[in-house]
């Protein structure tokens, strides 16, 4: 055997290469169970709560949200990086962990970067609500116009945002869809009723398992990788461009980017663990994501959420040390002002939460894991929460200082945002192969037993 | 006159990549194999050549970074340049963020299409197959006929000693 044989398998219960087509296609296969009608009605009654509140905020104008013009930003933007941060953990998954031949994220990337489009779609919403009049949101796209032609200014980070996020939905999408391929072909191929033997023959482009094109295929997948690894650096250090390009105490530093990059993969994972926790209990897939990939993913966070502990550190170090009277204020202002409530939330769920995950026990508890997981959810939402409305609700001039409060539309937006997100989540994995089964049955041999077929 | 192949089958990639190189020993060509995944090391075994999609890829590369960087400057600079608070109109620095995400945009999109252009995938297009269990749990190899009696009977002993089937394509 070789020199892979002393650890432990990516896959439990001794699968072959036909349970693995029969496990996975099964959950697509098999009548949904009434916990996934239950969540699926909770998700759409969620997305139904958002409708109503972004139709009756598009009606009325964003004077229905509770800013005033010292807070301009807050719950809407929050949210807006709040979900392009959550899909992160699905390309790093798929992008990054692949360049560095980590076999075990085989059986989680499918549903990490079906997670990171429907994320971005989430995310991409609220900048085009933002704006008052989204009917007009084309005007953001550099295209030739009779206004003179008037052209869009690539100067402003709001500019480079929307080429950060488009091409990262696009690209994102295309990786997700041409890993999907082989295992589309899959489907086709044991399909036994005509639509659906239609719907994946057209969407399995043909393909038919020939290693000349596997071959080729593999090089693509690479490549896709490689660009996707800095793509989903730049498209948060763009986000966070957002706010360090302008001159708001607070907003204004150059530790930003890596911030905001950590932080976003910290959020992520913690998603993705919230997500395959739910999914491994309800669609019994134990063997397929096993405690080893929780365990990673309990690592990833704890090494993330140092570094956004060692972010805080450093935001208040500096702010001390540059000896500049608006930013000293500014940070005493967050941690003892009056959203000091939110800061210490922040700071109780990403600092003290990662900490928990130095104990083996606690990793392999797929309880704790699952609530820990929410924790750095909530707390990673109240990092852009008070980062955002902090900075800005105590300005220059005393005399505007205000506070804010979110409004029904606002929260009834954000409740709809994740009604979005969990209804195509739950729809994606009844209707595609929610675990790479090309990419699985490639690992299934890691051990090196060779005789098992 | 179409030509005239032989299949084998295998239930597993180690059988396969023996299988391989021991046929192309003996001099049978080897027409293609059909996995259900991406067996590592067969690539060798069959003796492929690289890809040549790197260079396409870097080339698109290439191309989105010229359109990104050029076009920006054309928009600030030379169509309908605009003040905006005193910033030079070239300004390289704030253009690279946008000439980045195209490049990556280019170099994506252009080796993923050039891809499915050079091996002929497209939507709704029949998938050609020696069995349904070729995208589940089969290895097939396909191999050409060889002219003489002799050379066909040897082929399917190195079939049979890599615990391989030949059936009918």
């Not at chain 1, 869809?177 to 036994?192: C, E, I, N, Q």
């Not at chain 2, 180690?14 to 001099?27: F, H, N, P, Q």
Request: with cysteine; proline share 4%; glycine share 8%.
């Amino acid at each position: 055997m070789d020199n892979h044989s002393t650890r432990p398998p990516q896959i439990h219960g001794d699968k072959n290469l036909t349970d693995v087509t029969n496990d996975v296609c099964d959950i697509m296969e098999r009548k949904p169970t009434w916990l996934w009608w239950l969540g699926f009605s909770l998700a759409l009654s969620a997305l139904v709560l958002g409708l109503v509140s972004v139709s009756y905020q598009i009606m009325t104008g964003i004077g229905t949200w509770g800013l005033n013009k010292t807070v301009g930003w807050a719950f809407d933007i929050t949210n807006f990086v709040f979900w392009v941060g959550i899909g992160h953990a699905g390309t790093l998954i798929s992008a990054i962990l692949f360049l560095f031949r980590q076999k075990w994220r085989t059986s989680i990337n499918r549903s990490a970067e079906a997670m990171t489009i429907f994320a971005v779609i989430c995310a991409g919403i609220f900048p085009i609500i933002h704006m008052g009049r989204p009917w007009l949101a084309y005007w953001v796209f550099p295209y030739p116009n009779f206004r003179g032609p008037l052209w869009i200014n690539f100067r402003s980070p709001l500019a480079w945002d929307v080429f950060a996020i488009g091409t990262y939905l696009t690209i994102s999408a295309v990786f997700w869809y041409v890993g999907m391929v082989p295992d589309l072909a899959t489907v086709r191929d044991r399909a036994k009723n005509k639509i659906k033997k239609f719907f994946f023959g057209i969407l399995s482009l043909g393909w038919n398992g020939s290693y000349r094109v596997w071959h080729r295929y593999e090089t693509v997948y690479a490549l896709l990788a490689g660009l996707a690894t800095p793509l989903v650096v730049s498209v948060h250090t763009v986000v966070s461009f957002d706010f360090a390009t302008s001159s708001i105490p607070g907003w204004h530093t150059t530790t930003f980017p890596p911030y905001f990059v950590a932080g976003a993969v910290f959020s992520g994972f913690a998603m993705v663990l919230t997500l395959m926790i739910i999914a491994r209990k309800t669609l019994r897939l134990e063997e397929y994501i096993t405690l080893n990939h929780i365990e990673n993913m309990t690592k990833v966070i704890i090494v993330t959420g140092g570094i956004v502990t060692l972010s805080y550190a450093t935001e208040f170090f500096i702010a001390w040390y540059s000896g500049n009277g608006f930013e000293q204020f500014v940070f005493l202002n967050r941690a003892l002002g009056p959203f000091a409530w939110a800061y210490w939330i922040m700071v109780g769920c990403n600092l003290i939460t990662p900490q928990f995950f130095w104990f083996r026990s606690i990793r392999r508890n797929v309880v704790i894991v699952f609530i820990l997981s929410i924790f750095v959810n909530i707390g990673m939402w109240f990092e852009r929460f008070v980062i955002i409305v902090t900075s800005l609700h105590r300005d220059f001039l005393p005399s505007a200082w205000s506070m804010y409060s979110p409004t029904w539309v606002e929260i009834g937006t954000l409740v709809g945002s994740f009604g979005l997100f969990f209804t195509l989540f739950l729809l994606f994995i009844r209707t595609m192969p929610m675990i790479s089964m090309g990419e699985v049955k490639s690992v299934l041999h890691y051990r090196g037993n060779g005789e098992k077929s | 006159m179409t030509e005239r192949l032989q299949v084998a089958e295998f239930r597993n990639e180690y059988d396969l990549i023996d299988a391989v190189s021991a046929v192309r020993e003996s001099g049978v060509e080897i027409v293609d194999a059909y996995t259900p995944f991406a067996v590592h090391g067969l690539d060798k075994a069959m003796g492929l050549k690289k890809s040549r999609l790197n260079q396409v890829c870097f080339m698109f590369a290439f191309l989105g970074l010229t359109i990104g960087v050029l076009g920006q400057y054309w928009v600030s600079a030379i169509n309908w340049p605009i003040n905006i608070g005193g910033r030079p109109w070239n300004s390289l620095p704030a253009f690279m963020p946008v000439a980045f995400e195209v490049t990556v945009l280019f170099a994506g999109l252009g080796t993923v299409f050039s891809f499915f252009a050079w091996r002929k995938l497209k939507y709704g297009k029949q998938s050609l197959q020696p069995s349904l269990r070729a995208t589940n749990d089969r290895f097939y190899l396909v191999m050409k006929q060889g002219q003489q009696r002799k050379s066909n009977s040897t082929v399917s002993e190195i079939i049979h000693v890599h615990h391989g089937e030949m059936v009918d394509a």
